[in-house]
């Protein structure tokens, strides 16, 4: 049984926040002289002088409309990294608790395990890319907090399978953190609505990817409004700036734009994926849902540096697990595409 008491660390659960000035005021006024803000206001032509909303209430409200999810089961931090940050400080106890993540995956949730000193258990994905649910299970004791669990994965682009995901939702009392970064490149529908159902589940989500926004660093997490009040009781108070809250709410209003360039890349995927196939430098190209593929190829690294010369990056992910000789290509536009292809022909040519 699912208890988010137990999970909670004792001092976060005595935590008073802190308490900003905007947080002491609500309604409206018309001098504002309390936050020791400069009243002269800035250099800018949109004055930032003002402390931005704490709650980002408007935000939320737009994002609400647009998920279709309560604003009250929505937390925004400073990318999805300061979400993945702050479940470790709310919930595990540092050299105590452990968490689950299934390589090859998203490495923050490694990174953030470490700087907070929390035990990582692994259970690699199988061949496949699909989850090992029996080595899951075995890794799981009184002092596990968190499963992570990325769909599309990252590097691989694959979804995990949907009844699988929610066979970890169903037998784990723990929280399940299933990162959906690329989930608008999937045809596997979002787990947002099943919130409702599995009081242990969060949703991470992310204006970086299908909304361009990569430069504002503003990420979602959709939880229960329990452990939504406490990610917000833990936060920094104005972790999300005005600026980054402004020009998001101007973004929303933009769904119909944000869809297109959401087709235009699966399109330009899939025809590069047709493309990639039919190369014999390239030994196998994995399935993708995300806006990057995976593919196999040899000697990986001496292909990497080649591109280099021809002023084109990839990722190079031959160290990760189970993808020995894989770079990671990242869908660009069409003309960065057939630069890329022109560049791997020639290398092929050259050999």
């Not at 976060?12 to 309390?34: N, Q, T």
């Not at 995956?105 to 000193?117: C, F, K, L, P, R």
């Not at 061949?127 to 029996?134: H, M, P, T, W």
């Not at 953190?177 to 989500?205: G, R």
Request: proline residues 4%; charged residues 25%; negative net charge.
């Amino acid at each position: 049984m699912f208890d988010l008491n137990i999970l909670l660390r004792k001092n976060i659960k005595k935590l008073a926040p802190y308490s900003s000035a905007r947080d002491e005021f609500s309604g409206e006024a018309r001098v504002f002289l309390d936050a020791n803000e400069n009243s002269l206001g800035s250099p800018l032509l949109k004055w930032y002088n003002r402390y931005p909303d704490p709650h980002q209430q408007l935000l939320k409200k737009a994002v609400s409309s647009v998920k279709n999810i309560p604003a009250e089961k929505i937390f925004l931090g400073n990318g999805s990294d300061e979400c993945i940050d702050l479940l470790y400080r709310s919930f595990c106890n540092p050299g105590k608790d452990n968490v689950i993540i299934c390589p090859p995956t998203y490495g923050m949730y490694e990174v953030s395990a470490n700087i907070n000193d929390v035990e990582i258990r692994i259970a690699p994905l199988l061949e496949d890319f699909q989850l090992n649910l029996a080595h899951i299970e075995s890794l799981v004791d009184v002092h596990t907090k968190i499963i992570w669990l990325c769909s599309p994965n990252n590097p691989t682009g694959n979804s995990l399978n949907r009844e699988e995901l929610e066979m970890v939702l169903n037998n784990f009392e723990g929280i399940v953190a299933v990162d959906e970064a690329y989930i608008n490149f999937a045809k596997q529908k979002s787990l947002l609505q099943e919130l409702n159902d599995y009081p242990n589940l969060v949703v991470l989500q992310t204006f970086s990817k299908a909304w361009g926004l990569a430069g504002l660093r503003l990420g979602l997490a959709f939880a229960s409004k329990e452990i939504v009040d406490i990610l917000s009781k833990v936060k920094p108070p104005y972790n999300i700036n005005q600026a980054t809250q402004d020009l998001a709410l101007k973004a929303l209003e933009e769904v119909g734009q944000v869809n297109d360039m959401i087709k235009e890349i699966v399109d330009m995927r899939n025809a590069l994926a047709e493309v990639f196939e039919k190369m014999a430098i390239i030994e196998k190209v994995y399935p993708s849902d995300a806006n990057f593929i995976l593919i196999k190829i040899k000697d990986a690294k001496k292909v990497y540096d080649y591109l280099l010369t021809k002023g084109i990056v990839v990722r190079d992910r031959s160290r990760v697990l189970l993808c020995e000789d894989c770079l990671r290509v990242t869908v660009g536009t069409e003309k960065e595409n057939t630069d890329l292809v022109d560049a791997l022909i020639s290398m092929k040519n050259e050999q």
